[in-house]
């Protein structure tokens, strides 16, 4: 079958790209960027990437007709301001698009909607189910909750406030109902109801065996990570103050917090149907997702993560308006130093970051990331995905990737914490096995010029600390 798929870049959209591939089908990945999507594994002609951004319709009048199956796995929820209309904009012009080709169903991934009153988010979720459902094409809609898998924005929160909080003074949110699904469920369901005509037309809820308050889950999680963890849920906490607490907590974003503390508040239980039995689907329970989960991540094999398909502002213009590092009007801090043995330094570049730490001054790595958290940005705790590879599009602690290449030997990051200005840091190393190491700042205003003048100390000895122990032949991670 001919299937496309939207939200390819995304959370789901990474990790449904494979199961597709191995039924056999051909795929078509609609994304805003191509850079962003990394179909190098795959075998050529499987997959073919096409760029087009549904909240522009004029770029969707290129896209093929002659598909068989659509999947609809776009969401703006992480976003600043109205994402609703977004939203809405972009499933009426991707159903305009869908009513001209030759596509059978359309599989569109909500979220439980059952309670009279819902959150900004939810209530965005079934506008849309609504808005796919006026169009020719048949939908089949599955609304899952809480989802459970390694990279996913849910376990991540969770598995921050355990590791992290001993003792934990919580919203009385935590006494909201939930039935959490498993990735590989969630995988399962997607493909299931793949062109069977029983489901054209039709929604269900989908979700895991286990019937849980986010208070269990969280001391679930913790009893099987055997942490001795206790709750203490008041009734003080406003949303905002909660907002505030998941985020200087956690790794996700102050916008994504918000509108998770909303959705948090409204039980999310679903309508119980015989799916999972149709389709010879084995519902994982609680526990055993997250020990899939920490098995993926012990293993280096984290598929996709949330942080990767957040809403970035670079991600407006494409990764390739910024791979282009700027020459005038900037600031550089230029470094370059012999390897010892260039491919002990091209790992170790191409490691940089997470666990792994900066090689040099990690504590003053750490003070920036805390102060970026205090003034609304990232931080360092996204990490990274992978310990030792890196691709165009992901998040690396508060750098984003534009381009990664160990043949060529170059890897180039973007600054995504809160700065007067843009800044890129690169890495390459030439044929004489020489490491190059550039800092670049384009200032804006003479705020920038002053951040700069005031890090000047600071740059020098750290980005000359990191360049040394990357050169080194030293097998050790730090000095």
Not at 145 to 152: A, E, R
Not at 320 to 345: C, N, R, Y
Not at 442 to 452: A, D, F, T
């Amino acid at each position: 079958m001919k299937i496309l798929l939207t939200g390819a870049t995304g959370y789901i959209g990474r990790r449904l790209m494979p199961a597709l591939l191995d039924m056999g089908h051909e795929l078509i990945c609609l994304v805003r960027d191509k850079a962003r999507l990394d179909i190098s594994a795959f075998k050529a002609g499987q997959v073919e990437v096409l760029q087009a951004d549904l909240l522009n319709p004029e770029t969707l009048k290129l896209l093929p007709k002659d598909i068989d199956t659509a999947y609809y796995l776009v969401h703006s929820m992480s976003t600043e301001g109205d994402f609703s209309k977004s939203e809405l904009d972009s499933a009426e012009n991707f159903i305009n698009y869908l009513n001209e080709t030759s596509a059978r169903q359309l599989i569109y991934l909500s979220g439980i909607i059952n309670e009279e009153k819902l959150s900004k988010h939810l209530e965005s979720r079934k506008a849309v189910e609504e808005k796919l459902s006026n169009g020719k094409v048949p939908v089949t809609v599955l609304r899952a909750g809480i989802i459970i898998g390694s990279g996913s924005a849910s376990f991540e929160i969770i598995r921050d406030l355990v590791e992290k909080l001993p003792v934990m003074v919580a919203p009385k949110w935590l006494k909201t109902m939930c039935q959490p699904i498993a990735i590989r469920n969630v995988i399962e369901f997607l493909t299931g109801v793949l062109d069977k005509k029983d489901y054209f037309g039709n929604h269900y809820d989908i979700y895991g065996p286990d019937l849980l308050t986010y208070k269990d889950m969280l001391m679930a999680f913790a009893s099987v990570r055997k942490l001795k963890r206790k709750i203490i849920v008041v009734p003080v906490f406003t949303p905002k103050l909660s907002s505030y607490w998941l985020y200087f907590v956690t790794a996700t974003s102050y916008a994504l917090a918000k509108n998770l503390v909303e959705s948090m508040k409204i039980d999310v239980v679903p309508k119980k149907n015989h799916l999972h039995k149709d389709l010879g689907i084995t519902l994982i329970p609680y526990r055993d997702a997250i020990s899939m989960a920490f098995e993926k991540i012990e293993q280096n094999l984290v598929l996709s993560s949330w942080s990767d398909s957040g809403n970035s502002r670079i991600f407006n213009k494409g990764l390739s308006a910024h791979i282009e590092v700027p020459k005038f009007g900037v600031f550089q801090d230029k470094q370059k130093m012999p390897a010892k043995d260039v491919d002990l330094a091209l790992n170790r570049i191409f490691s940089i970051g997470g666990k792994n730490g900066w090689y040099y001054a990690d504590w003053l790595w750490g003070f920036r990331g805390f102060l970026d958290r205090l003034f609304g940005g990232v931080g360092l705790r996204r990490g990274r995905k992978n310990a030792s590879q890196t691709s165009a599009g992901e998040a690396l602690d508060f750098w984003r990737v534009i381009f990664s290449s160990q043949s060529e030997k170059r890897l180039l990051l973007y600054a995504e914490m809160k700065l007067p200005g843009e800044a890129w840091l690169e890495f390459c190393i030439d044929e004489k096995n020489v490491v190059h190491q550039t800092a670049t700042f384009r200032p804006l205003g003479i705020s920038g010029r002053m951040y700069w003048m005031a890090m000047l100390p600071f740059h020098y000895f750290i980005f000359k600390g990191m360049l040394t122990k990357i050169c080194s032949a030293d097998a050790s991670k730090h000095h």
